[in-house]
C-alpha cells in the first residue's frame, strides 16, 4: 500500500487507515455508486469524503503503475496545485494506491467534505434558486480565469462544482479533479469547446455566452454559436455511445 498524505495532517494517518479497512460495509454513500464510489465518514472529528476509483482493465492497471499517474494521485496533485493558485477545491487529505504484479488495484482520494453546498445542476435548472443567473456568471468568470492559467478543466459538467455562499457572494469549489489539461495558452475555440458538458439548454447558453464574451473582449454570436455546436456534438456522441452499448448487449443476448 503507498499512503501519502497532506502536509501537517499526519495525525491522520491511523485513522485514514482503520477507515478504509470498513469502506464497503460503512460510510455515508453519495450518489449511487455505479462507477466511482464515494462515501463520506466521521474521522476523529472530521468529515471526510473518501472516493475510491473503479477498477480498471488488466492493461490500464498495469499503464497506472508504471508510466501514469493514478486518478487517486493526480487529484491529490491538481487539488495542492489548485490551492495555490487561490482556486475553490476541498481541502486535499491524502491518496491510497493498492497494488500488485500486475499493476493497480484500488486507489483511494481523500478531502475534506464540504458541508452547507449546492451542486450547480440544482442552480442551472432550478429557476428560482436565489442569484441564479448571477451563480452562472460567476461561474463563467471561474471558467475564464481557468482558461487564462490555461487549465482545461475536462470533467466540465454541473455536479463537479459545488456552491457555497460565504458572507455576501459565492465561492464555487471544483471537484473531480483528476481530468486536467494544461497548455501555456488556450485559444477561444478551445475555451468554448469546453463548455460542451454543461448543459445543451440555451438559455443557460446564452448567459455564459453574453459573459464570456465580456470578459474575452469578442462578440456574443461567436461565443454562443461555437458552445452550442459544442454542445450539440456532446449530445450526438452520448446518443451514439448508447446505441453502441444497446448493440453490445444484444449481440451478448
Not at 42 to 55: E, P, T
Not at 185 to 194: E, F, P, V, Y
Not at 206 to 219: C, D, F, Q, R, V
Request: hydrophobic share 35%; proline share 2%; net charge positive.
Amino acid at each position: 500500500m503507498k499512503l501519502i498524505i497532506a502536509e501537517g495532517l499526519s495525525q491522520y494517518k491511523d485513522d485514514i487507515l482503520s477507515t478504509l479497512k470498513k469502506f464497503k460495509s460503512e460510510g455515508t454513500l453519495i450518489g449511487n455508486g455505479s462507477r466511482n464510489v464515494i462515501k463520506v465518514f466521521d474521522v476523529n472529528g472530521m468529515h471526510l469524503n473518501f472516493k475510491s476509483f473503479k477498477q480498471h482493465n488488466i492493461i490500464n492497471r498495469h499503464v497506472y503503475k508504471f508510466y501514469r499517474k493514478s486518478k487517486a494521485h493526480r487529484s491529490f496533485e491538481y487539488a495542492h496545485m489548485l490551492i495555490s493558485k487561490n482556486y475553490h477545491t476541498p481541502r486535499p487529505v491524502a491518496y491510497i494506491e493498492n497494488h500488485d504484479f500486475i499493476g493497480l488495484t484500488s486507489s483511494y482520494y481523500v478531502s475534506e467534505q464540504l458541508q452547507d453546498v449546492w451542486t450547480l445542476d440544482r442552480v442551472l435548472y432550478d429557476h428560482s434558486f436565489a442569484d441564479r443567473e448571477k451563480i452562472i456568471k460567476e461561474y463563467t468568470r471561474l471558467m475564464f480565469r481557468l482558461h487564462n492559467d490555461g487549465i482545461q478543466f475536462l470533467d466540465n459538467s454541473p455536479n463537479n462544482f459545488l456552491i457555497r455562499r460565504e458572507d455576501n457572494s459565492y465561492s464555487i469549489y471544483l471537484v473531480d479533479l483528476n481530468r486536467m489539461n494544461f497548455y501555456d495558452s488556450i485559444d477561444l475555440t478551445k475555451r468554448l469547446n469546453n463548455f460542451a458538458r454543461l448543459t445543451n439548454t440555451p438559455e443557460i447558453i446564452e448567459i455564459i455566452a453574453e459573459e464570456y464574451a465580456n470578459l474575452y473582449g469578442t462578440s456574443k454570436d461567436i461565443c454562443l454559436k461555437t458552445i452550442m455546436q459544442a454542445a450539440q456534438k456532446q449530445v450526438t456522441r452520448r446518443k451514439i455511445k448508447k446505441i453502441l452499448k444497446l448493440y453490445k448487449h444484444i449481440i451478448k443476448i
